[in-house]
């Protein structure tokens, strides 16, 4: 069964770091692109980082590059998503995705699994 689970979420003060985890088990994680989307309340979910098979590659939306970093660890089936400088403007809840295509990276209607998310709030 096919299981991602995200952890790490919570309430911290504009300007903290947060360091969120994915769990995954079910599938061979290394032959997947993995990232992070996010929703915040009345707007779409929305691409926020991604990585490539190996590691060696990774994706940032524009708001996020320099403060976010996404990394994972196929030996322990974690993908984590480091989180500095945090913005009120990051709340949202954060979920976890996985990827077998190779299609354009950023585009939600690629992802084969998702997690049922982590809520990240940020106050100002």
């Known amino acids: 069964q096919v299981q991602l689970v995200e952890f790490g979420g919570r309430l911290v003060q504009a300007g903290g770091s947060l360091r969120l985890s994915c769990a995954v088990s079910?599938?061979?994680?290394?032959?997947?692109?993995m990232a992070w989307f996010r929703q915040a309340p009345g707007r779409e979910r929305e691409f926020v980082a991604g990585i490539n098979w190996s590691g060696s590659l990774t994706y940032y939306r524009t708001s996020v590059k320099g403060r976010f970093t996404i990394s994972r660890d196929d030996a322990k089936n974690l993908v984590y998503l480091q989180m500095n400088s945090l913005k009120p403007a990051d709340t949202a809840v954060y979920y976890c995705a996985a990827t077998s295509g190779f299609a354009y990276i950023k585009n939600m209607g690629e992802y084969n699994f998702w997690g049922l998310g982590t809520q990240v709030t940020v106050s100002s």
């Open positions: 079910g599938f061979t994680m290394d032959k997947y692109r």
